[in-house]
């Protein structure tokens, strides 16, 4: 009996040492990206002048204050929505919104409001036919002001509840980027 455990034994060492990671197996991070800007264009559906909120921040979290701009909508107006996100710290610059497009399926945008009766809707779909966000539909009420929160999230579950209906509670996944912006209706 100690001989076949022993044999078992060695055999499975054998085994263990052809299956393990040779160490000069390179190691592939998951990296994530640096994201400096983003640019939130909103064109009204009368085409007069597109309404834009930025956010830039070149030098990365800490440092100089990042510099956001925001734009006046118009009250009663739907606004056709479009994402732009760049890593501008590299020579040349790297649009993000290129592989967010390529990996939809692993990103998803969410927009947050406290402004009554402003409302936003997905106006894309990844390739499993559930949100991205990259294009929306903007549709202001009423006058009135409060805040705009865009949070992209790497990886969302989104078969979560509500997550395809824009609700970031229960989406998980990691935080890219989340900017909030002053909204003014007039």
């Known amino acids: 009996m100690s001989r076949n455990y022993f044999f078992f034994l060695a055999l499975f060492f054998f085994t263990i040492s052809f299956t393990a990671c040779d160490p000069d197996d390179p190691i592939i991070p998951n990296e994530e990206e640096l994201i400096t800007s983003l640019v939130y264009s909103l064109t009204p559906s009368d085409?007069?002048?597109?309404?834009?909120?930025?956010?830039?921040?070149?030098?990365?979290?800490?440092?100089?204050?990042?510099?956001?701009?925001?734009?006046?909508?118009?009250?009663n107006t739907t606004y056709t929505g479009t994402i732009s996100i760049m890593n501008e710290?590299?020579?040349p610059s790297i649009n993000i919104t290129t592989e967010i497009e390529e990996e939809d399926e692993?990103?998803?945008?969410?927009?947050?409001?406290?402004?009554?009766g402003l409302s936003i809707a997905y106006?894309?779909?990844?390739?499993t036919g559930n949100p991205v966000g990259l294009k929306t539909t903007l549709t202001t009420g009423d006058a009135g002001s409060g805040t705009l929160k865009i949070t992209l999230r790497h990886e969302?579950?989104?078969?979560?509840?509500?997550?395809t209906a824009g609700?970031?509670?229960?989406?998980?996944?990691?935080?890219?980027?989340?900017?909030?912006?002053?909204?003014?209706?007039?």
């Open 123 to 127: 106006g894309d779909q990844d390739g």
């Open 47 to 75: 085409g007069t002048a597109v309404k834009t909120f930025s956010f830039q921040d070149l030098d990365g979290d800490g440092g100089n204050a990042p510099i956001i701009m925001v734009a006046t909508l118009e009250a």
């Open 156 to 163: 969302p579950n989104k078969s979560a509840d509500g997550v």
């Open 89 to 91: 710290a590299e020579d």
């Open 167 to 186: 609700i970031i509670s229960n989406a998980g996944g990691e935080t890219d980027i989340e900017v909030t912006f002053i909204v003014d209706v007039q």
């Open 106 to 116: 692993d990103h998803q945008f969410f927009y947050e409001t406290d402004v009554d």
